[in-house]
């Protein structure tokens, strides 16, 4: 690549990526771009996995043009393959049959969710199992095979894989130098990395021919790569590093292998409790909101990244908020007016203007976001 090469790309159209499924993250990115680091930082509990999973997942595979490929790497340190796999079949009984919840014979409504495809969910009065019923057990059958298996691939009974997907889900934790190598590999098997020899001195004064890599062509230049680490703070540490370290060399290694091989990351970490200040509250009032400054044990993610999203739960109430950026939370008779709020803020980034403020409306047993709507 060069900068005539890269110019006739943009002409083209190639730095716009496939579709997030949010119209206004889509404007901020041009969709997901090749060669980009992107940070997703939240509270516990606010929805930052949910959010990844449909944004970079979910919508690019079921809207992306058939002819562009995606495949994912995802480091998964806090969620399960199979309870992934329950979660992403609850979205599609949403957006295959329409269907996101269901009446049951006692009379109470429930969401499809993840619980209850795989028998977790309980009677509030009886305490007993709510069954799937035989209408849904077939539809989820259909899912398993149209959209499970394709994405996450098959495993026998003893979670062997017998056939590839598209995500290569990993649960193992990986060191920073053990992900790095897995992805090396996964490049070498996918491409070639390009070599320049030069000479040096070494340190009896010799001159030494050695090799460098100043480039990589991968097999199929139109494909994505999306690699997502969840979460930043669970890779082991290696040589001795604290918390801090480990952290910033992962982001070291993903530094090169984004320029190198063109690969999108998107890292999920948590904040600090920061938040919650109360001098804080005060000075930001109802445009309260996480910046790069709240996330925890590493600064050098909104240095490094060319998108920094930070989530935020306004209803929470330890916050004790009335309205949020001038809209209204609560009624008049105090009743919680946008109950599945979420608001996502672009703080930091390299390729636009920033801070831009974005108002979702999050169903989490669905996987699903929409944009929220003000009421009038």
């Not at 295959?96 to 509030?124: H, P, Q, R, V």
């Not at 400054?293 to 330890?318: H, P, Q, R, V, W």
Request: aromatic share 12%; hydrophobic share 35%; proline share 3%.
């Amino acid at each position: 690549m060069n900068f005539v090469a890269a110019f006739k790309d943009g002409q083209l159209g190639k730095n716009k990526g496939p579709s997030t499924g949010i119209k206004d993250l889509d404007l901020a990115m041009l969709g997901i771009p090749r060669k980009s680091m992107i940070g997703v930082a939240a509270g516990p509990k606010v929805g930052k996995s949910t959010f990844v999973d449909f944004a970079f997942v979910l919508s690019p595979y079921l809207l992306a043009p058939p002819e562009v490929e995606i495949e994912w790497t995802y480091f998964s340190y806090e969620v399960d393959r199979i309870s992934k796999e329950f979660k992403f079949a609850a979205y599609f009984f949403l957006y295959d049959y329409g269907i996101e919840s269901f009446t049951y014979t006692n009379g109470k409504k429930y969401e499809i969710s993840a619980n209850y495809l795989m028998g977790k969910l309980l009677d509030e009065v009886t305490l007993e199992q709510i069954k799937v019923s035989t209408e849904h057990e077939n539809m989820l059958k259909n899912i398993y095979l149209r959209r499970i298996i394709p994405l996450f691939g098959e495993y026998n009974e003893n979670g062997v894989q017998i056939k590839k997907g598209k995500i290569d889900f990993i649960e193992q934790r990986e060191n920073p130098t053990g992900i790095r190598n897995y992805l090396i590999n996964y490049a070498k098997a996918n491409g070639k990395f390009i070599y320049q020899d030069y000479e040096t001195t070494d340190a009896k004064g010799q001159k030494v021919k050695k090799q460098r890599v100043i480039g990589y062509k991968a097999d199929n230049s139109e494909k994505y790569r999306i690699i997502i680490l969840d979460t930043l703070r669970k890779v082991p540490p290696e040589r001795g590093f604290n918390k801090k370290e480990t952290v910033d060399k992962v982001l070291e290694y993903q530094e090169e292998l984004r320029n190198l091989c063109h690969f999108t990351f998107i890292n999920i970490i948590h904040l600090n409790r920061s938040m919650s200040d109360i001098d804080r509250l005060k000075y930001m009032k109802d445009c309260l909101y996480p910046t790069g400054d709240d996330i925890k044990d590493t600064g050098n993610l909104s240095e490094a990244c060319n998108y920094l999203f930070t989530m935020f739960n306004a209803n929470d109430d330890k916050y004790n908020l009335d309205k949020h950026f001038g809209m209204k939370l609560t009624g008049n008779n105090k009743e919680v007016l946008y109950p599945n709020y979420r608001s996502l803020h672009l703080v930091e980034s390299r390729e636009t203007f920033c801070p831009r403020h974005i108002r979702l409306n999050m169903s989490g047993n669905n996987n699903n976001f929409t944009k929220l709507i003000e009421r009038t």
